[in-house]
C-alpha cells in the first residue's frame, strides 16, 4: 500500500491560484496511474486530472485550461496547480495512486479547498 499525505489547502478568493502537492511512500515512477479528485458535501465525487506512467494527462472538463497536474518521480511527488479557481472548485481534494494495473487505488487524507470571497 502506497501512502500519501497532501499539501494543506486553504481559502482563496474567485480568480486565485493554489498548487497542491501529493507525497508518496513509495516510488511513483512506474505507477499505473495516478491523479487527483475531488468532493464536496451533496455531491459525487469528481475525478479532476489524472496522469499515466507515460505523463499522459486528462481532466474533468469542469477544469480544462485551468488545471495542470505535474509529477516528479525523484521527489514521489505529483502536483495540482490549479489557477483561476472558481466557487464551484470548493471541495475536498484527494490524490490516488495506483501502483501496477489492476492493483487498488490508495488515496490521500484530503484537503479542503475553499473558494469564496
Do not use: H
Not at 480568480?15 to 475531488?38: E, F, H, K, Q
Not at 484527494?94 to 487524507?109: F, K, L, M, N
Amino acid at each position: 500500500q502506497v501512502r500519501l499525505v497532501e499539501s494543506e489547502g486553504g481559502w482563496l478568493q474567485p480568480g486565485g491560484s493554489l498548487r497542491l502537492s501529493c507525497v508518496a511512500s513509495d516510488g511513483i515512477a512506474t505507477a499505473n496511474a495516478m491523479g487527483w479528485s475531488r468532493r464536496d458535501p451533496g455531491k459525487q465525487r469528481e475525478l479532476v486530472a489524472g496522469i499515466s506512467s507515460g505523463s499522459i494527462t486528462d481532466y474533468a472538463d469542469s477544469v480544462k485550461g485551468r488545471f495542470t497536474i505535474s509529477r516528479d518521480n525523484a521527489q514521489n511527488t505529483m502536483y495540482l496547480q490549479m489557477n483561476s479557481l472558481k466557487p464551484e472548485d470548493t471541495a475536498v481534494y484527494y490524490c490516488y495512486v495506483q501502483a501496477s494495473v489492476g492493483a487498488p487505488w490508495d488515496w490521500g487524507e484530503g484537503t479542503q479547498v475553499t473558494v469564496s470571497s
